[in-house]
């Protein structure tokens, strides 16, 4: 079993829905949750930053983490064709040594139609 | 102010040869970590840096591959007789801090192509 599970898609959607990503994981030491934005041959973009349960707002993103559940979410509201990309769930270990790499799911491929 | 840069963009290399990927961190910015990305795969830690230290190398293969981060210049991830395998893009991060969740910035990333 991968530490972290994310489906790759694609997700189609209509331009306006929302949109639910999510990523599962199986190693209860990870702390912080991000997720990335990836559109295509560029580098990863980081959209949101969370490190407890719960929901975090910023414009038209939500992350939700459930650390019980060890399962995280992305919504995305009022979705536009210029979403359409690869979103990376990443997460990291909380460590008294300093960062750690980040793990990350494979990459949910997102396609907004207009 | 920049953001993290690395170059050259796109690299072609025949076997055998030997591939060198910089990266330049974000101003302000003294920790560096490598990632890989394979076609249909996610990203996967390779190494994570400090100035003239090695803090982590867990991810990164045993042979070939190296990496350094010296006092003075870019970050080098370097790749010795570089086999098809070895084709992907190639992600620089760095971190303010280091400090335990410290968010990383990536670059646009390099493109190793192996013929």
């Known amino acids: 079993q991968k530490e972290v599970e994310q489906d790759p898609g694609p997700l189609s959607v209509p331009e306006g829905a929302i949109v639910s990503l999510n990523c599962t994981y199986s190693?209860?030491?990870?702390?912080?949750f991000m997720w990335y934005r990836q559109y295509s041959r560029k580098g990863p973009e980081l959209l949101m930053y969370t490190y407890s349960s719960g929901n975090k707002e910023d414009g038209r993103f939500t992350a939700q983490v459930d650390k019980s559940s060890k399962y995280i979410s992305l919504f995305i509201r009022d979705s536009q064709p210029s979403d359409s990309a690869t979103y990376l769930c990443?997460?990291?270990?909380?460590?008294?040594?300093?960062?750690?790499?980040?793990?990350f799911g494979k990459g949910t491929h997102l396609i907004i139609q207009p | 102010n920049a953001g993290v840069m690395q170059n050259p963009r796109h690299l072609v290399r025949r076997r055998g040869q030997e591939a060198r990927l910089r990266c330049s961190p974000m101003?302000?910015?003294?920790?560096v970590y490598w990632y890989r990305q394979l076609p249909e795969e996610g990203l996967k830690f390779m190494v994570y840096?400090?100035?003239?230290?090695?803090?982590?190398e867990s991810g990164m293969p045993k042979e070939r591959f190296s990496a350094e981060f010296p006092k003075e210049g870019p970050s080098i991830l370097r790749i010795q007789q570089v086999v098809r395998g070895d084709s992907a893009a190639y992600f620089c991060a760095s971190a303010r801090t280091g400090a335990t969740g410290d968010t990383q910035y990536f670059g646009p990333g390099t493109r190793l192509t192996v013929l």
């Open positions: 990443a997460m990291s270990v909380f460590s008294q040594g300093g960062a750690d790499g980040l793990t």
């Open positions: 190693n209860s030491a990870f702390q912080y």
């Open positions: 101003k302000g910015h003294s920790h």
């Open positions: 840096l400090q100035k003239e230290n090695i803090i982590d």
